[in-house]
């Protein structure tokens, strides 16, 4: 199996700080910065050219919402391909709505994964329907997905509640963390990971900093279990100005080899 490596550079659905434009240069640096090997846990080396390549990144930094969205759901619908998956490299979370919706017309029973400290259910956000506080709620009106399972959450509201009832959602909240649904979930599945899901001590580079999540190793053990077929994933919200040494740009390079390794072994 092929891997596709696109980044995404977009973040003007951003709602509190901009920066995640900034993430794809800065994950492929940590690829090239000598510090860590391209083996991943489970043993697969990643070989640019034998199991994956890097399609660099869309022009869309500038664009509006409406032309941003149409660039990404064109460009992954193009490189779909029985004998590839797609790693696309954010860019903020508004971005994995046109990125799922190109995986639906070739998997139409998709399940998606949703690891991330915020729903991302909300109508609109501050008027916003592209928000990245919403492509989950955009993907559900549409009846696009066989079902949504989020992990990491610890900021629902009464409103977030009422979207996730409303769509039949699976939240696993942290405050009553346990990782049985990772043997419950469905196949084909897309993962969508937010890294602000892991806890700021572990992630700082992110826009929205919320205490309490989970560790670097409960994300990796997530990924390591998963026994359906894996056929998609994205990497979203890493902000560059806000990390502190690299520290989160390093996770999540090491969680683009973990991902790109799980899609290879299936
Ligand atoms: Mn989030």
């Known amino acids: ?29 940590m690829d090239v910065s000598g510090s860590a090997n391209r083996f991943s846990e489970s043993g697969v080396e990643l070989i640019q050219g034998k ?32 004998e590839a998956r797609i790693l696309s490299i954010g860019g903020d979370h508004s971005i994995s709505y ?12 998709l399940h998606v994964l949703q690891i991330d400290a915020h729903a991302d259910l909300y109508e609109d956000f501050e008027g916003n329907p592209h928000s990245h506080a919403s492509p989950f ?31 039949g959602v699976s ?18 599945l897309y993962i969508s990971l937010d890294l602000d899901a892991i806890d700021p001590a572990f992630a700082p580079g992110v826009s929205h900093h919320e205490p309490g999540g989970l560790s670097s190793r409960d994300v990796l053990k ?28 390093m996770l999540a390079y090491k969680l683009f080899k973990e991902l790109a390794a799980k899609m290879i072994n299936n």
């Open 1 to 29: 199996m092929m891997i596709k490596l696109i980044g995404i550079p977009y973040d003007k659905n951003s709602s509190f700080l901009r920066g995640p434009a900034l993430a794809p240069p800065k994950i492929r640096e």
């Open 51 to 82: 199991n994956y390549i890097d399609l660099g990144d869309l022009n869309c930094v500038e664009d509006d919402s409406k032309v941003a969205f149409n660039k990404i759901k064109n460009s992954i619908s193009n490189n779909l391909d029985p």
């Open 98 to 109: 046109p990125i799922i919706e190109a995986h639906v017309s070739r998997y139409p029973d």
């Open 137 to 167: 709620a955009r993907l559900l009106e549409k009846g696009l997905l066989g079902s949504l399972t989020q992990v990491g959450l610890r900021s629902m509201t009464t409103h977030l509640n009422e979207q996730a009832k409303r769509y």
């Open 171 to 188: 939240c696993i909240e942290m405050k009553a963390l346990n990782f049985d649904f990772v043997r419950e979930l469905k196949g084909p």
């Open 222 to 249: 997530i990924i390591h279990d998963i026994r359906v077929p894996v056929i998609g994933a994205d990497i979203v919200e890493l902000n560059p100005n806000r990390d502190l040494n690299n520290v989160t740009a």
